[in-house]
């Protein structure tokens, strides 16, 4: 019997309706190894093969940051908007519950980011993130400067309200926002792109994912942090470093081929090209 492991947040009502209704059914279908429903509960120790993540991409990215190394398969069950992440509805998972139990799909591997925090030559934090790892100014609007050194060389100084470093999958989150380019899932690269650039000739940087890169923060007057996935912060010093490489394990996420990547594009960015299309038929 597959052993699952059972995750949401039913703070919000939506999920607290959908646990309650299939709880029960997944109990008649395998064994539910470990209830995560505050989204709070440590995951790397739980011996489980199967991830079922009730909600959105929100829920997908705490989860895929606490199972650590144990990067077991997992699927979203989407609750909310359209995520990029969160492929099936509840009725679909049902639907295809018993293709799931026999492997029947195909798995999405998405790269990682290991993240450490260093102070006095000391790495006083670790992270791992699924989408990006954002280093920027606090609540004072101020130019921040922060150093970039890819594999030891000294890239630049980025002056503005801080940098991006982002992960295929996240290439259509913060750093979208901020520019940068989109990356289809499977490609082994980081994204490094600066938010609102003193100077504009600093450019989103696409770069091999075996890099180490290291950030920096130098002469600043205002408070910077340290945001992981947009769900944990931890405040900076000067003279702190971050350094980011590829994370051990990727992420694994099912892929029941409801939908292509394109498919997500076309509907969560709106690329339908209808006034295009409409055009070349008159």
């Known amino acids: 019997m597959k052993r699952i492991i ?19 059914w997944l ?27 009730l909600g959105g991409d929100g829920a997908i990215l705490s ?64 992270h791992t993130a699924l989408n990006d790892v954002v280093l920027s100014r606090g609540a004072l609007s101020r130019l921040v400067a922060i150093g970039l050194v890819v594999d030891g060389v000294r890239a630049t100084t980025y002056n503005g309200d801080g940098v991006i470093v982002s992960t295929p999958t996240g290439s259509t989150a913060h750093s979208l926002s901020a520019g940068g380019p989109v990356i289809e899932p499977h490609v082994d690269a980081f994204v490094v792109t600066p938010i609102c650039p003193h100077t504009l000739t600093n450019r989103p940087v696409v770069m091999p994912a075996s890099c180490r890169i290291e950030l920096s923060v130098e002469a600043t007057p205002a408070d910077v942090g340290l945001t992981v996935d947009g769900q944990v912060y931890q405040e900076v010093a000067r003279g702190d470093r971050v350094v980011l490489r590829r994370a051990a394990s990727d992420f694994r996420l099912i892929d029941l081929g409801l939908r292509t990547y394109y498919d997500t594009l076309r509907e969560k960015l709106h690329w339908s090209g209808s006034a295009l299309h409409d055009r070349g038929r008159d």
């Open 6 to 24: 059972l995750s949401g947040n039913t703070g919000k009502p939506a999920v607290a309706a959908a646990v309650a209704e299939l709880l029960p």
């Open 27 to 53: 109990r008649e279908r395998a064994e539910v190894v470990a209830l995560d429903l505050a989204l709070d509960r440590e995951l790397e120790h739980v011996e489980a093969d199967l991830a079922v993540i």
């Open 63 to 126: 989860v895929a940051r606490r199972l650590g190394r144990n990067q077991i398969s997992a699927i979203g069950v989407n609750l909310g908007k359209f995520g990029f992440l969160a492929e099936v509805s509840p009725e679909q998972f049902r639907e295809r519950f018993d293709d799931i139990l026999a492997g029947r799909y195909r798995l999405s591997s998405r790269m990682r980011l290991a993240c450490t925090l260093c102070r006095d030559g000391q790495a006083i934090a670790e």
